[in-house]
């Protein structure tokens, strides 16, 4: 009797053991801060649950919306791998209930708040991803919407801050900010990292020119069968297609993941 209660005594407690062990492991997300090029504090979720030798892939949303656009994906992403940053981009206001506060704290400021000024937010945290991960893990730059074209001009622009680019529904979204009609694609020329570019049926015209500008050796596109979505919500799973849009961009996040020691994991 008294080695039957021993037992269930023993079970118990590594129960209780187990249960305290679920929140660090639930709770991998946590809330960061930098600053930006003008010196305002940008706010992102670290999603850090590998060790640094694993590529780091900074998330950036799309207009009117915050970092709460990878509340779901960012966890996939994870369990294939990746450490991740999602960002919060001063032009954007709030989405799955998460509030922007990089855009709360511009408007605050008085600060301006179109499209071209969250670039160097952008720019700012790929910065805060190499300073964080060193110079031989790949930092990874993806985009949705506006954000999506921003990465890729960057990546012309910048090649030192991306290993690599993914791009769900760019265009050239900056002519009423004074940009060429073409400026995305002129930059695009310059691109030689790998990029994947995937948007909803109707939009393909609209990045078609930037993706045959770019002359990487390894680039990749998806359009699905079904008419699809704009933007990285394409992958939510309230989408009944987002399942063709995985298919399509697990073998480019395998190309990129390859060759990462786990070892120390």
Not at 30 to 53: P, Q, V
Not at 116 to 124: F, G, P, T
Request: charge should be positive; include cysteine.
């Amino acid at each position: 009797m008294k080695k039957q209660y021993f037992l269930v005594t023993l079970a118990v407690l590594c129960s209780i053991m187990l249960l305290s062990l679920l929140p660090s492991i639930s709770q991998a997300k946590e809330e960061i801060s930098f600053k930006s090029k003008d010196g305002l504090r940008i706010t992102a979720d670290a999603y850090f649950e590998h060790n640094k030798n694993h590529p780091l892939i900074v998330l950036f949303h799309q207009a009117g919306w915050s970092r709460g656009e990878y509340l779901e994906i960012a966890p996939k992403l994870g369990k294939m791998g990746f450490n991740l940053l999602a960002v919060d981009l001063r032009s954007g206001n709030k989405v799955n209930g998460i509030i922007n506060k990089t855009a709360k704290s511009a408007r605050n400021a008085g600060k301006s708040v179109t499209y071209l000024d969250a670039k160097q937010d952008i720019e700012s945290a790929l910065i805060n991803a190499r300073k964080r991960v060193g110079k031989k893990t790949k930092v990874i730059a993806w985009g949705s919407s506006y954000s999506a074209a921003l990465v890729l001009q960057i990546a012309g622009e910048k090649p030192e801050l991306v290993d690599a680019v993914l791009s769900f529904s760019p265009g050239e979204y900056f002519k009423r900010s004074g940009k060429p009609a073409h400026w995305v694609q002129q930059w695009a020329q310059l691109i030689n990292v790998p990029v994947f570019i995937s948007s909803a049926k109707n939009e393909k015209k609209r990045w078609l020119p930037i993706y045959n500008a770019i002359k990487s050796p390894v680039k990749k596109s998806f359009v699905p069968v079904s008419q699809g979505h704009h933007g990285s919500r394409a992958l939510w799973e309230k989408y009944a297609d987002s399942g063709e849009y995985w298919k399509a961009l697990r073998p480019f996040l395998a190309l990129i993941r390859r060759g990462v020691s786990t070892q120390n994991n």
